[in-house]
């Protein structure tokens, strides 16, 4: 029992950058902007969070430089589509190669150095909880943080006014703009939060769920972080559920690679991320739509809700207001 809460805890703690990431580009997405330079930015900052962290020995130098490099990069994402009128898809692959080729270049000096990271900071008398102790009060700041921006991001956009007013400008530009909004202005301040928590993310990986920095340090976790914004629906809590999914799937291979030695070890490595391909296909298949004809129509609706969601209808459409 207490092996599997030590996986459990685990999982939550390495699972903590794919919901930074994962939240901040619901976030952007809600907004109507599509940030698809995810992988290449989350690999730039969490090198720039290694190399300023181990330049000046400062953990929280390091988020900062790398929020500070996600906002950036989410920056000229918003520029070029509200300003420039191009289109966000294609400048957000094009970021994605300049980033990943970026992070190479300027990371040379700080491949395999020595690590630093975030230190374990349990929380005193919580930490001591049986079960629930381990699970959630005896990690990192980090980890506590992503806990935190999920409750924070769903408290904002739906129970607050300016978090309606998030929904109105990605939904519908046009009528929130009638209602007042500055739609391009608060597109670009929602694009860059969620760029900066994309940001945090790199660090995330670099300071602590993957501590260091190598060339291609986080290639294909910014595919999945996406992939987890679609799987959740842009609903803060389902993309952390993906993002703790995606996780214990990892684990899986991990626990799997032990007990099958002989077997190549890039088998577990990529099998976590067919898994999860295998899961949003199995979740937006005609055979879930037949298994749900046999539940129980109001289970039914919500088991729907819960697996299916709706994006933003102004998604990657810039808005004009003349």
């Known amino acids: 029992m207490d092996i599997v809460i030590r996986l459990l805890a685990s999982i939550l703690a390495d699972s903590a950058p794919l919901v930074f990431a994962a939240v901040g580009e619901t976030i952007t997405e809600k907004a109507g902007v599509i940030n698809l330079s995810l992988d290449g930015s989350l690999m730039l900052a969490a090198m720039a969070g290694f190399a300023v962290a181990y330049s000046t020995g400062s953990v929280a130098a390091g988020f900062l430089a790398a929020m500070a490099v996600g906002a950036l990069v989410a920056l000229l994402i918003a520029y070029a589509g509200i300003a420039l009128n191009r289109d966000q898809v294609a ?3 094009i970021l994605t190669v300049l980033c990943t080729d970026l992070s190479s270049f300027l990371g040379t000096p700080f491949v ?3 690590i630093i990271t975030a230190l374990p900071a349990p929380i005193p008398f919580l930490s001591d909880i049986p079960v629930l102790g381990t699970l959630f009060f005896n990690h990192s700041v980090t980890v506590y943080a992503s806990f935190a921006v999920v409750l924070l991001a769903w408290l904002f956009m739906f129970k607050t006014q300016p978090g309606l007013m998030l929904q109105g400008i990605g939904e519908r530009p046009a009528a929130a703009f009638a209602r007042g909004a500055n739609v391009n202005r608060l597109r670009y301040l929602y694009t860059l939060i969620g760029g900066a928590l994309v940001g945090v993310a790199g660090a995330a990986f670099s300071l602590g769920a ?4 190598s060339y291609h340090h986080t290639q294909g976790f910014g595919w999945i972080a996406l992939s987890i914004v679609i ?3 842009w609903h803060p809590f389902r993309a952390a559920f993906g993002a703790y999914l995606f996780g214990g799937l990892q684990t899986l291979g991990s626990v799997l690679q032990a ?7 890039y088998v577990f490595q990529v099998a976590p991320f067919l898994m999860m391909i295998l899961v949003l296909l199995a979740a937006n298949s005609e055979g879930l739509d037949r298994l749900m004809a046999y539940l129980p129509a109001g289970f039914a609706r919500w ?3 819960m697996l299916r969601g709706q994006s933003p209808a102004a998604l990657g459409a810039n808005f004009h207001s003349e």
Do not use: C, E, H, N
């Not at 993957?210 to 920095?213: D, N, R």
């Not at 007990?259 to 070890?265: A, F, H, L, Q, W």
């Open 259 to 265: 007990g099958m030695p002989d077997m190549p070890i």
């Open 91 to 93: 400048v957000g692959f």
């Open 210 to 213: 993957s501590p260091g920095w």
């Open 112 to 114: 395999r150095k020595p």
């Open 303 to 305: 088991l729907t809700r």
């Open 231 to 233: 799987f959740g629906g």
